[in-house]
Nanobody, 124 residues
Framework: QLQLVESGGGLVQPGGSLRLSCAAS????????IGWFRQAPGKEREGVAC????????NYADSVKGRFTISRDNAKNTVYLQMNSLKPEDTAVYYC?????????????????WGQGTQVTVSS
């Protein structure tokens, strides 16, 4: 069974950091570009960051550039999203998604597999 599982979410104060993980089971991530998306209450889901299969051609939403970093460890079959300088507006459910293609995009439609999401809450 092909599955993506996110972890690492939680409650953090503004200015704090979290690292999200996206672990794959049932398939290898080597051949998949991975995207991180988020959905805040009452808002549409949006692309946050994505990473190519090589790990060198990545994209970030303007709202997170300079604060978030996406990386992958193919040996662990896991992709990470390091989130620093968190703001209350980063509060959302974060999802990872996999696309069997070398390049990544920040739109939802090209992605084939999705995780169930992990809640991130930034609040004092």
């Amino acid at each position: 069974q092909l599955q993506l599982v996110e972890s690492g979410g939680g409650l953090v104060q503004p200015g704090g950091s979290l690292r999200l993980s996206c672990a794959a089971s049932g398939f290898t991530l080597d051949y998949y570009a991975i995207g991180w998306f988020r959905q805040a209450p009452g808002k549409e889901r949006e692309g946050v960051a994505c990473i190519s299969t090589s790990g060198y051609r990545n994209n970030y939403a303007d709202s997170v550039k300079g604060r978030f970093t996406i990386s992958r460890d193919n040996a662990k079959n896991t992709v990470y999203l390091q989130m620093n300088s968190l703001k209350p507006e980063d509060t959302a459910v974060y999802y990872c998604a996999a696309r069997r293609y070398s390049l990544c995009v920040l739109s939802e439609s090209p992605y084939d597999y999705w995780g169930q999401g992990t809640q991130v809450t930034v609040s004092s």
